[in-house]
């Protein structure tokens, strides 16, 4: 039988280091001796009609750290935070390292629920305060999952399944914060799973296709180029749009095959339209971070351009700006190799995130893509702000020779501001949503399709 006797305390030498039971690096108990830990812990505060929490936390991005300062340095991190949450804790308590940048705590015997949210906030407190790693001090990012016996009932594998829950719900938001675990976070994981499975279904049964909304010059009304953009035809539900499973495929680290296909089928359908003798147009294919920090992201475009024929002068990549600020000086690198390669580099939904002027001239870019945000009403007062993020964005694009287009550009005025501040290329719902094959092929052949619209526009100004 354990007892508890404080087994994971650091100072208690003597227990057996390196077998199954026990982290090498911290010497605190794994997985397996934790939930022989809990086991032990639930039976006696049931007899003694006490409480328990069982507190699942994670340090995020240690990655990040270990590829900043090197592995031993991560290391010594990991071990410090092991000894910071055993000073933190009660000698009863039970903290073990469940896996890479996991711990897990077992509050033990408490009187009152309340008490739970107390020691919680104490080490919590306590954590945030920095630690130093190779001289230098840095402040932990940890997210926490709790579930309390006896508010949530349960055997011991479902309680630590629910602290795990709890802090995957707390990832989701974002990470750095604490969520106590609720009933409802099971249904949201098994909705979860079940979307996740059928998506991986959905790649594999070829359920995703392109559609592709025309860039269209504001002044003459020729297309400029288009983007690619993906919708899942779902047996059932019919196009189900990227807003609600791009986020699903980023978590899952599905992007990167679903990206990849996009990637190449993007370039597989500009080269068939310029065999097919239509005016050779850049392709833009929106790439997520996850899919952009694989190693092999520049040779997955190169092999795409290569398998499918496709000149590099006719792609274009649009990356956010959350994606290029995390680790600018690798990510300048990786942008001059996709620009040496001859493609194109734009910003998307730009103005909506860090914006750096510093860095945007450090980056081989070529066109910034004003955000559909700013556009809405920009010639008028109820835009708000937007006109002058608009003329902001104009000049910044000036001086750093920048190509801009305007996103999300539905009406009429709206055209004819921006094309006043110098915005030559347009993408919105005024000259075509996005489009099928078929009807992007359509609209490409009828040369006046788009004209006729700029004409309308030109006589909804006049009139
Ligand atoms: P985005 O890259 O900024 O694409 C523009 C979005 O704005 C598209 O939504 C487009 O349909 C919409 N839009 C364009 N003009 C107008 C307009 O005048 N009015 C309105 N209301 N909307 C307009 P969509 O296709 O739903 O895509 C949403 C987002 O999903 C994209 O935003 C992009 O971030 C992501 N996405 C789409 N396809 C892919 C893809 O293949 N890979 C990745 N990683 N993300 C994608
Ligand atoms: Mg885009
Ligand atoms: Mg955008």
């Given at each position: 039988m354990i007892s508890f006797i404080r087994q994971n305390s650091l100072a208690t030498a003597e227990v057996k280091f390196g077998d199954k039971l026990h982290d090498y690096l911290t010497h605190l108990p794994t997985h397996s001796l934790f939930m022989e830990h809990l086991d032990y812990a639930l039976s006696m505060v049931k007899r003694h009609e006490k409480v328990l929490a069982v507190v699942n936390l994670d340090i995020e991005k240690l990655s990040e750290v270990n590829q900043q300062y090197g592995y031993k340095n991560g290391d010594t991190l990991i071990t410090e935070t092991a000894n910071r949450l055993v000073d933190l804790t009660r000698d009863s308590d039970i903290i073990a390292r469940l896996g890479g940048s996991g711990f897990g705590l077992i509050m033990n015997f408490i009187e009152r629920g309340e008490e739970v949210d107390k020691a919680l906030q104490r080490i919590m407190k306590g954590m945030r305060l920095p630690f130093s790693v190779a001289g230098e001090n840095i402040i932990l990012k940890i997210s926490y999952g709790i579930c309390v016996y006896p508010t949530d009932q349960g055997s011991v594998d479902e309680l630590s399944h629910y602290a795990s829950l709890a802090l995957d719900n707390a990832k989701q938001a974002g990470g750095n914060v604490h969520r106590y675990y609720n009933s409802e976070m099971n249904v949201d994981n098994s909705k979860r799973l079940r979307k996740e499975y059928d998506l991986r279904k959905a790649l594999e049964n070829g359920e995703f296709v392109l559609y592709f909304q025309p860039k269209v010059d504001a002044a003459t009304g020729n297309i400029k180029g288009m983007e690619a953009l993906i919708r899942w035809l779902h047996p059932e539900r019919g196009i189900v749009s990227p807003l609600e499973f791009i986020p699903l495929l980023e978590e899952s680290g599905m992007i990167v095959e679903a990206g990849d296909w996009v990637l190449r089928e993007s370039c597989r359908l500009n080269k068939l339209w310029q065999d097919q003798g239509l005016e050779p147009l850049r392709v833009s294919v929106n790439v997520s971070s996850v899919q952009f920090k694989q190693g092999d992201f520049v040779e997955r475009i190169a092999l795409a351009l290569k398998d499918t024929g496709?000149?590099?002068?006719?792609l274009d990549v649009e990356l956010t700006e959350s994606c290029l600020m995390d680790d600018v000086t690798k990510n300048i690198d990786v942008l001059y190799e996709i620009k040496k390669m001859g493609v194109a580099i734009s910003i998307d939904?730009?103005?909506?995130?860090?914006?750096?002027l510093s860095y945007l001239k450090k980056f081989p870019i070529d066109t910034l893509k004003i955000d559909r945000s700013f556009i809405t009403n920009v010639q008028d007062r109820s835009g708000g702000d937007n006109a002058a993020i608009v003329t902001a964005i104009m000049a910044l694009s000036h001086s750093l020779r920048l190509d801009v287009v305007a996103e999300g550009v539905e009406t009429a005025q709206e055209l004819a501001y921006l094309h006043a501040l110098g915005c030559k290329t347009i993408q919105g719902f005024?000259?075509?949503k996005p489009l099928s094959v078929d009807e992007f092929t359509k609209i490409q052949q009828d040369s006046m399709h788009m004209k006729n619209i700029l004409e309308q526009v030109r006589i909804e100004l006049a009139g």
């Open positions: 496709l000149s590099a002068d006719y939904d730009f103005g909506t995130g860090y914006s750096s005024l000259f075509s």
